[in-house]
């Protein structure tokens, strides 16, 4: 039986401590036939010196390369680019988490369920576990709302390195790549987006990923408490770190896939944008009707607020 072709795409930064775990995981991934690219984001810590016996004992299974710090967005872009585009499928990773053996066949079984013609994304659901794997929680949950354009331009419901791609998605973002970098909040954000506008994305409830939590994470899921995670959330609002930053991306993606979208699409995310240029009681109104929605109820009520305040 001839097995899917996978390339999995790794990106490292400083990540000595729980290299080996990651690795080793995706080497024990069973029934598909693996390729792991790794960029090494200009480590200074002994990340490459632990990665290179895994390029020695499988040299024509894990191909590695050290260069320059790009950060996390234009690295795991510069992977794609950089990628042969000759496999079935194809996986972001992070550099601490630890994978289930059947992670990634069982998200080719469920994207071999779909129309293989259009662009395909699987995410899922995380155990969140901390620094010696002990479980702590279970994130994201389980959307309760459709995952469309109508959520993606307002929220990012899939997990990076959970994610498998098809071909063609690979492909139409590789063929594509985003100029205005710093117009995106991250790449896993982009692509989903892009698949739900286009494609179709799936997302499981089975855990297949221990994602680890500690101190050194570039980014992750949260720990807080509710309360806690209001408080930064606020904190973060009043003092403009999230400022703008959604709507940047939306009139970046509006630039590059105008000629793509349907004409209500277009209508839709013009309106968004051209909406934040209003007085308050306009935007007010709006926020009230806006078809674009987060899942959480609460999460929703911020993104009304924040159409209100003018600083989408």
């Known amino acids: ?111 071999q369920t779909k129309n293989a013609a259009i662009p395909l994304l699987y995410c899922s659901s995380t155990q969140m576990v901390d620094q010696h794997l002990t479980p702590i929680g279970v994130w994201p949950k389980v959307p309760q709302k459709p995952l469309t354009l109508h959520n993606a331009l307002v929220e990012n419901s899939c997990v990076g390195c959970t994610m498998v791609m098809n071909d063609i998605t690979f492909n139409q973002i590789r063929g594509s790549l985003p100029s205005e970098l710093n117009e995106l909040i991250m790449h896993d954000w982009w692509i989903y987006l892009y698949v739900c506008t286009f494609g179709e994305v799936i997302f499981d409830e089975h855990l297949t990923i221990m994602y680890r939590q500690h101190q050194g994470n570039v980014l992750g899921g949260s720990r807080d408490g509710l309360i806690q995670k209001w408080r930064k959330r606020l904190d973060r609002f009043m003092n403009g770190n999230n400022h703008y930053i959604l709507s940047r991306q939306a009139r970046q993606f509006l630039t590059m896939y105008e000629d793509r979208l349907t004409n209500k699409q277009i209508e839709e995310i013009k309106g968004l944008l ?7 009681v306009r935007r007010t109104l709006y926020a009230c009707k806006t078809p674009f929605h987060r899942q959480s109820f609460l999460d929703d009520v911020v993104l009304k607020f924040v159409i209100i305040a003018g600083k989408l």
């Open 1 to 111: 039986m001839i097995q899917p072709k996978v390339l999995i795409m790794m990106s490292t930064y400083n990540g000595e401590r729980y290299i080996n775990e990651q690795v080793d995981s995706l080497i024990a991934q069973v029934q598909v036939e693996t390729q792991i690219y790794i960029r090494d984001d200009g480590s200074t810590d002994g990340t490459m010196e632990k990665l290179r016996p895994y390029a020695e004992a499988y040299p024509d299974r894990i191909h590695i390369r050290s260069e320059h710090n790009l950060g996390v967005i234009r690295s795991f872009f510069e992977l794609m680019r950089s990628s042969p585009p000759m496999f079935d499928y194809y996986a972001f990773c992070d550099q601490d988490d630890v994978w289930e053996q059947d992670k990634l066949i069982r998200a080719i079984t469920l994207l």
């Open 274 to 280: 051209h909406i934040l240029q209003k007085n308050a």
